[in-house]
């Protein structure tokens, strides 16, 4: 088995997981897994193509002929069967179809090697729903990350205000309330704390300052493997 070590990020929609997974990666040298973009571009596939998320069998038959590529066109960018989606990829509607098609085990089962390909090189930091419960069991260190509902919906605000995108934060705070519902009580991989995670909320903590909290966890972690 590959010994490159994995810190996992998981938590909830809009807790800042992207934005510190990405720090913590570059610090590090380490690769950063965004899986869920990966389910973003699942979810925008089935959408372009109509596919009924109720049939099994169509969500089979998509997973075999599509082909996701990240950073292709420029840092963050994904395109799907060679057409750049990224736009569509970071909506609001990638993310309501990323959590819809999430709930599908055939997805889920059809990004299962694709997530552990991304076990290269330094280190890895991987972001998500189920990265330390399901993905990466053994990682060194696995981070719960949380953040009220409230505070997170006007920081998704804030973000389209500030790209200029038009927003209404009752909607934000009801689509939020809706995914996080959808991704808490799904049969497959539902989003829980792994049993080893550090908890953190970051309601009143600044970006900077939970990224030094894992830092300094995973510093903590690597002495007592070395010691071991
Ligand atoms: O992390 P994100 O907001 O980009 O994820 C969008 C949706 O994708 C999320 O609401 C549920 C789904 N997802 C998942 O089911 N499992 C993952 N590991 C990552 C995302």
Do not use: C, W
């Amino acid at each position: 088995m590959s010994i490159t070590p994995v810190i996992t990020i998981d938590g909830h929609s809009g807790s800042g997981k992207g934005t510190i997974s990405a720090r913590v990666a570059e610090h590090l040298g380490f690769r950063l897994l965004d899986s869920g973009a990966l389910y973003r571009a699942l979810g925008i596939a089935a959408y372009n193509l109509k596919i009924d998320l109720n049939e099994s069998i169509q969500i089979t038959e998509l997973m075999k002929n599509i082909e996701i590529k990240f950073g292709a066109n420029g840092p963050g960018t994904v395109l799907l069967n060679g057409e750049d989606i990224t736009l569509m990829v970071r909506s609001e509607l990638g993310g309501k179809m990323a959590s819809k098609i999430g709930a599908i085990p055939e997805a889920r089962k059809a990004l299962f090697d694709m997530q552990l390909a991304f076990r290269d090189g330094p280190g890895l930091v991987a972001d998500g729903r189920d990265m330390g419960t399901v993905i990466f069991p053994d990682a060194l260190l696995k981070i719960f990350l949380t953040a009220s509902v409230q505070e997170r919906a006007e920081r998704r605000y804030k973000q389209l205000i500030d790209k200029g995108i038009d927003a209404i934060l009752p909607d934000l705070l009801r689509d939020l309330k809706e995914r996080d519902k959808r991704d808490m009580e799904r049969i497959v991989s539902p989003l829980k704390p792994a049993e080893e995670a550090v908890t953190i909320d970051s309601t009143d903590l600044s970006i900077q300052t939970v990224v030094d909290q894992v830092l300094s966890l995973f510093s903590t972690v690597i002495k007592k493997s070395l010691q071991r």
